[in-house]
């Protein structure tokens, strides 16, 4: 074998290798989702969620001044958290309507399954 096709081999397994550990971080990230059953499960939690809670499942920080993070559920729901600090309990945990902006419960305090079947 020359040198060349030895060249052209090690590239293309090279290639291979990166698109297969592409495909593997992508799945990892949609496992990481936070989805509508999680967040019904972790409202039985209640005034007990904390930051915590939520640290497994991928977010973006939207805050400015305050720590506020927002969790993609599906398309028609996301969760917002916020708080002044990631030290002391968060001020708020909303299910929010992403149709609607202004539906939005607490889901620590309200009934999400009455708020998701409406």
Same mark, same amino acid.
């Not at 698109?19 to 799945?27: D, I, Q, T, V």
């Not at 939520?54 to 927002?70: A, C, N, W, Y």
């Not at 990631?86 to 001020?91: G, Q």
């Given at each position: 074998?020359?040198?060349?096709?030895?060249?052209?081999?090690?590239?293309?397994?090279?290639?291979?290798?990166?698109?297969?550990?592409?495909?593997?971080?992508?799945?990892?990230?949609?496992?990481?989702?936070?989805?509508?059953?999680?967040?019904?499960?972790?409202?039985?939690?209640?005034?007990?969620?904390?930051?915590?809670?939520?640290?497994?499942?991928? /977010?973006? =920080? %939207?805050?400015?001044?305050?720590?506020? !993070?927002?969790?993609?559920? $599906?398309?028609?729901? +996301?969760?917002? @958290?916020?708080?002044? /600090?990631? =030290? %002391?309990?968060?001020?708020?945990?909303? !299910?929010?309507?992403?149709? $609607?902006?202004?539906? +939005?419960?607490? @889901?620590?305090?309200?009934?999400?399954?009455?708020?998701?079947?409406?």
């Amino acid at each position: 074998m020359t040198r060349k096709c030895r060249v052209v081999l090690l590239l293309c397994a090279v290639l291979l290798l990166t698109f297969a550990l592409s495909a593997c971080s992508n799945r990892e990230k949609e496992d990481d989702k936070l989805s509508l059953d999680q967040v019904i499960e972790l409202s039985g939690k209640g005034n007990e969620l904390t930051w915590e809670d939520f640290e497994k499942f991928s /977010s973006t =920080d %939207i805050g400015s001044g305050l720590h506020i !993070l927002r969790y993609e559920v $599906d398309e028609n729901y +996301y969760l917002l @958290i916020g708080g002044g /600090s990631k =030290d %002391i309990e968060p001020m708020y945990i909303y !299910l929010i309507n992403a149709n $609607d902006p202004d539906a +939005y419960i607490d @889901i620590r305090t309200d009934d999400v399954n009455s708020f998701i079947s409406k």
